[in-house]
């Protein structure tokens, strides 16, 4: 192989890296500029791009639940708040408190 194929070979390298290196990076930087928003401003509407099949586009999907989960728990809230026990506590009602609950994951109403 030649000086010049060999110098090909680096510049296809590189322009390779560059543009995989922006595949990944460009829609991490997209998500985590969202997610920092939703943090922010409290605004659990916020859209985000969970069009990716990839793990980004994974990780999206699952702060999209989050999300969705999140917003949720005010109405939850509310909910319990009209029950016949008047919107008094766990505690005052003699249930258990959070840390003695069984490890079952929380399914969204």
């Known amino acids: ?44 509407s916020l859209a985000i791009d969970t069009s990716a099949q990839d ?12 999300m969705t989960r999140l917003g949720s728990v005010p109405q939850h809230a509310a909910r319990c708040g009209d029950g016949p026990d008047g919107g008094r506590g766990a505690a005052e009602r003699g249930e258990p408190r959070a840390a003695q609950l069984p490890d079952q994951p929380v399914r969204a109403a």
């Open 55 to 66: 793990e980004v586009g994974e990780l999206a999907r699952s702060i999209q639940t989050l």
């Open 1 to 44: 192989m030649g000086a010049g194929a060999g110098g090909a070979c680096i510049v296809a390298l590189a322009v390779a890296t560059v543009w995989l290196l922006r595949e990944v990076t460009t829609p991490l930087a997209r998500l985590t500029a969202t997610a920092t928003r939703i943090v922010r401003e409290g605004d659990l």
